[in-house]
């Protein structure tokens, strides 16, 4: 599911291509591959000579989020709380590993970014996004919350109304309109978009290693202390949502490709 790509620039500097394809249309985030993105994240720690990493998905799509269907997934409800909250750290664990790495980390996203995609792409530093890509934050209408401590990285990039509109609203961006809300750092064309990403990290592998890193721990140190503290309690909130009426009709009205009625329950 999870390829490792180690290349050196034509001047020498090192930027390694992380890839994740399932196989499948849909290119979800199942369990096992949550396991593999944060088992590849630590790869790089301790590192020293990596100057930046590109994460991508597939050349169609980047992710359509958590796999619905996974059986980890939808028996977790069904598990003792303490195993189910194993499970439920799997998601955060591994947009921290991505987030807390040193070198300098790009998302080069093509086509669809939802959900747990867009959780995942806010816990790197820059996104390179194709001209035609998608971004779509689901969770409400599944009756959930957005964990993963993905608000507070998506307020921080977006500011709190946009993050509403996402969040609750469950508006639909386009690369434009992503832009220009600062989602989106650089656009490159359809079917080229890891060759714009190649470009950033090549331009970023040839400034002072060091330095990069000192800069990039400063500015994250600057604008997310209170990221953590914030976030601390989504993941016991999406426990009692998994649990809830609201989200067993959430799921089955999407699989049943019909509106849904959520009661509060």
Known sequence: MVTIERAETPHGHRIAIVRFDTGAKANALSQELMRQLTAAARTFEGDADTNAIILTGR?????????????????????????????????????????????????????????????????????????????????????????????????????????????????????????????????????????TALSVAEKIAAMPPVAVRMIKQGIETATKPLNRAVSAMDMDQFALMQGSEDHEEGVKSFLEGRDATFTGN
């Open 59 to 195: 050349a169609d799509r980047f992710c359509l989020g958590m796999d619905l269907k996974d059986p980890e997934f939808r028996d977790a409800p069904n598990l003792p709380l303490n195993e189910r909250r194993q499970l439920l750290q799997l998601g955060p664990r591994m947009c921290s590993a991505w987030e807390d790495l040193e070198p300098m980390t790009i998302c080069a996203i093509e086509g669809w970014c939802v959900g747990g995609g867009v959780a995942l792409a806010a816990s790197l530093d820059l996104r390179v996004c194709g001209r035609s890509s998608q971004f779509y934050i689901p969770e409400i209408e599944r009756g959930l919350n957005m964990s993963w401590g993905s608000l507070p990285r998506i307020a921080g990039l977006v500011g709190p109304a946009r993050a509403k509109r996402l969040a609750i609203v469950a508006e639909q961006i386009d690369a434009g309109t992503a832009a220009d809300w600062g989602w989106a750092d650089y656009i490159g064309e359809d079917g080229k978009v890891m060759e």
